[in-house]
């Protein structure tokens, strides 16, 4: 069974920084392309970064330069550093793996930033 679990949300003035970390089991880790998703109320679930097996990564325009995703593959975990946090950036973040045209989800975690 496939579980995707975040943890690192909380709520944090503008400005600050926050380091979300989703840890996978029942997947072969390394074999799947791993992403970060947000969802604020009443929007649409958004790509924030996702990363390649090979380790390629890609931001929305909205988070980069602030935002880096990363992964650790022996500790089957993948990483959001959020830095210069907005109160836009409020919302909860969901972590995905995606491989051989499976995907997963996790149950996500709520960021909130004041102002």
């Known amino acids: 069974q496939v579980h995707l679990v975040e943890s690192g949300g909380g709520l944090v003035q503008a400005g600050g920084s926050l380091r979300l970390s989703c840890v996978a089991s029942?997947?072969?880790?390394?074999?799947?392309?791993m992403a970060w998703y947000r969802q604020a109320p009443g929007q649409q679930r958004e790509l924030v970064a996702d990363?390649?097996?090979?380790?390629?990564?890609n931001y929305a325009d909205s988070v980069k330069g602030r935002f880096t995703i990363s992964r650790v593959n022996f500790a089957n975990t993948v990483y959001l550093q959020m830095n210069s946090l907005k109160p836009e950036d409020t919302a909860v973040y969901y972590c995905?793996?995606?491989?051989?045209?499976?995907?997963?989800w996790g149950q996500g975690t709520q960021v909130t930033v004041s102002s």
């Open positions: 995905k793996a995606m491989t051989d045209g499976n995907m997963y």
């Open positions: 029942g997947i072969i880790f390394r074999r799947n392309n």
């Open positions: 990363i390649s097996r090979g380790g390629t990564t």
